[in-house]
């Protein structure tokens, strides 16, 4: 307490004080603030944009236990944010970051508008799915442009669908596609996968898949959603249109951990290195979601994860004398 009252002697416009300071309002800092409000803890989430993450990007969540299967990725989130404010959770969006400081008991995180000082800090800014960048494809997110076939396949039953990409996750999500989809087309810029073997050989033998080598997407097209797009052959230079209902995009994901780095242990990618505890490497500091280092991200294990950075921040703060 000595060491945080001394940061504040001097204080500024816009600075805040609290006990947990959640960066990033998806399913993980949601649920995190949930826990950790309802716990009596002073709890703040900070977010670049508005709250929801990319859920709230998704037209509907068929796999969230609890639901009816035809919840709207908006409704959830919204849920768990009213969930977060009515035990007490405060929520600043629209700002994003600008300087990041981790060391010592009390953490010091600035916007452009607001310095915040934290005895704790639950990092759940989340990874955003590698895009195509072609037109329409921001347009009809959501809406026939996906990037989680497990999270949006069942809503393609008897229907034509592109995936894109030529790694494990677009090879296995391509064959996963056919327990839904009519027929399967795989589109690689390239001649060949860099898939495993064993996936490949379990999508050549799947009547329900073509593949399209050497082409890529160049436009998605639609009205209210995806009615087709527009594909490029790279080895004949030649355009054409492909009528399809919808787009699973696989080209890799990027962690928004930019602003941690050289301040926390990550991986190669960038992603941040947690132990079961969701405990970094530095003390007091929390990763829990989609920006941690795991093999599976859903909006279960998110929750999952903040559910447990929670109540593990909430055990720092005891054992330190809050």
């Known amino acids: 307490m000595e060491a945080f009252k001394k ?28 826990y950790t409000a309802r716990a009596k803890l002073d709890t703040i989430i900070v977010d670049e944009g508005i709250v929801g993450g990319q859920v709230a990007s998704t037209y509907q969540v068929a796999n969230y236990p609890g639901t009816d299967g035809v919840i709207k990725g908006i409704d959830l989130v919204n849920n768990m944010k009213k969930q977060a404010v ?3 959770a405060r929520i600043d969006d629209m700002q994003a970051l600008v300087k990041v400081e981790l060391s010592g008991d ?10 915040y ?14 895009k195509l960048n072609v037109d329409g494809e921001d347009k009809f997110t959501g809406k026939g442009v996906h990037y989680c076939a497990t999270c949006d396949g069942a809503f ?7 995936v894109v990409g030529g790694g494990d996750a677009a090879v296995e999500e391509a064959v996963f596609l056919t327990r839904f989809a009519k027929k399967v087309t795989v589109v690689h810029r390239r001649d060949h996968f860099t898939a495993v073997k064993s996936a490949q050989d379990e999508l050549f033998k799947n009547p329900a898949i073509e593949v399209l080598f050497n082409t890529e997407v160049k436009a998605i097209h639609g009205t209210d959603f995806v009615t087709g797009v527009t594909l490029f052959n790279n080895k004949t230079n030649s355009s054409y249109e492909m009528p399809i209902d919808g787009i699973f995009i696989y080209i890799g994901n990027e962690p928004k951990s930019q602003m941690f780095k050289g301040l926390l242990e990550t991986d190669e990618r960038g992603y941040i290195m947690t132990d079961e505890n ?26 999952g994860d903040g559910t447990v950075a929670a109540v593990m921040a909430g055990r720092y703060l005891a054992a330190n004398g809050n």
Request: with cysteine.
């Open 117 to 130: 000082f934290a005895r704790s800090v639950i990092i759940a800014t989340g990874a955003a799915p590698r």
């Open 156 to 162: 393609y039953y008897d229907a034509n669908v592109i």
């Open 106 to 115: 009390i953490k010091k995180i600035s916007t452009g508008k607001t310095d």
């Open 86 to 88: 009515d035990f007490g």
């Open 7 to 34: 940061e504040l002697e001097n204080p500024e416009n816009n600075r805040k004080e609290c006990d947990v300071l959640i960066l990033g309002g998806g399913p993980a800092g949601l649920t995190a603030a949930i």
């Open 278 to 303: 969701m405990q970094t490497s530095v003390k007091g500091v929390f990763a829990a979601g989609d920006l941690r280092k795991k093999e599976v991200r859903q909006i279960t294990t998110a929750v």
